[in-house]
Structure formats: C-alpha cells, structure tokens
C-alpha cells in the first residue's frame, strides 16, 4: 500500500516498507507560459488562472510557486515572453523579405505574403486576446503598443523608399497592417478564386 506527499506541485511516491523516492523535479516555467497563452487564446485572459493551469497540465498548485510568485508574476512573464517573441519576429520577417532583391515594394509584398500565406489561428486568437487585455490593463496596452511600433517601424521606411512623406508613409503603413488583421477575421478560411483576386487587388492598393 502507498502513500502519496506533494513536493513542489508533484506527486512522490513511498512505500511503508521503503525509502522515499526522491521528488520529481517541478513542471519547468515554459511550461506554465505556455499553458497560460493556450488558456489565453481560448477565453482571454480571465481564463489565465493558477487553479485552471494546474488542472489542465495535470499537476499541483505547487510546481506554480516555485517558478512564479502570484499570478500577477505569471501575467507579466507573460506579457513580456509575447512582447519579444513578437518583436524579434517581426524583425526576422523583415530580413527574410530582404533576398535579392531589395527593391521597397518588393519587400513590401514579400512581408504581405508572409502574413497571408502562413495562416496561425492560434496566433491570431492570442493576439485578439491580448488587445482584448489590453483595452483594460496599461501594462497589456503598453506590450501591445511596443508590438505595434515594430511593426510600423518596418514598413515606415520602406514606404518612404518608394517617395512618400513621412505621415503619407505612417498612414499606408498603418493601413497595411489593419488589411492583414483585419481580412484574416472577415474572410478566414476562404480560398476561392474571387477570395484570391480581391486580396490581389487589395495589395494593389495598399502597395502601390
């Protein structure tokens, strides 16, 4: 017959006969971050929450405390993992749009094309969920808005290369970028031909 005991959000195991075996090493912080961003593209962050965490990951409350203080802790890992992870691709889109041929609207298209070839549902719904947070915390207005100064900051001078003004090339930049979000929720999952010609010509416009 066993005992169980709990150390640092996992189950040891011991027999009345025996030495206790020595407890598992604690479920490592990725883990959690990336628990809480699955939690967080399903129900937002109110979703995002010690108890439901554990129980998904099929573990103690424990293994929480020994990488994270509060849930609070947890909110800000997780804010800053989105915030850079976000930020350091945004700049490897940007070199891999450069290629041979570094013409700006070349470019322009290229990172385009990265965004509406490569579908990421759960990247999108962690996004919506994060401007949802953000629309209620400063400290999620503020990740949202480094992630969104990135992003302008790769398109602004591009825009500029081709001849515009500065807040010509800020407008169509951010014109740019509400098209690719924003197309992604008005015709997601449709691949026809007329879905394909309208972004085309969409393109068209936005690029020039």
């Known amino acids: ?83 850079d992870g976000r930020v350091a691709s945004i700049a490897a889109q940007a070199g891999a749009s450069r290629g041979a041929d570094a013409a700006p609207a070349v470019r322009l298209r290229r990172l385009l094309d990265l965004y509406l070839d490569h579908a990421n549902p759960r990247g999108m719904a962690i996004e919506l969920a994060m401007r949802d947070w953000a629309r209620r915390e400063a400290a999620a207005a503020a990740a949202v808005a480094s992630v969104d100064a990135a992003r302008l900051a790769t398109l602004v001078p591009l825009y500029r290369a081709l001849g515009h003004a500065r807040q010509e090339a800020q407008a169509r930049a951010l014109a740019l970028y509400a098209f690719i979000f924003g197309q992604s929720l008005i015709v997601e999952g449709v691949a026809t031909a007329e879905a394909r010609d309208l972004r085309e010509r969409c393109a068209r416009l936005l690029i020039g």
């Open 1 to 83: 017959m066993e005992d169980h005991t709990v150390a640092y959000g996992v189950v040891k195991s011991s027999t009345k006969r025996g030495t206790p075996t020595a407890p598992e090493k604690p479920l490592d912080r990725a883990r959690w971050l990336e628990a809480a961003l699955d939690a967080l593209a399903e129900g937002g962050v109110g979703l995002v929450r010690v108890e439901v965490l554990a129980r998904t990951l099929g573990i103690t409350k424990g293994s929480f405390y020994w990488h994270f203080k509060d849930r609070g802790a947890l909110l800000a890992a997780l804010l800053a993992q989105w915030r």
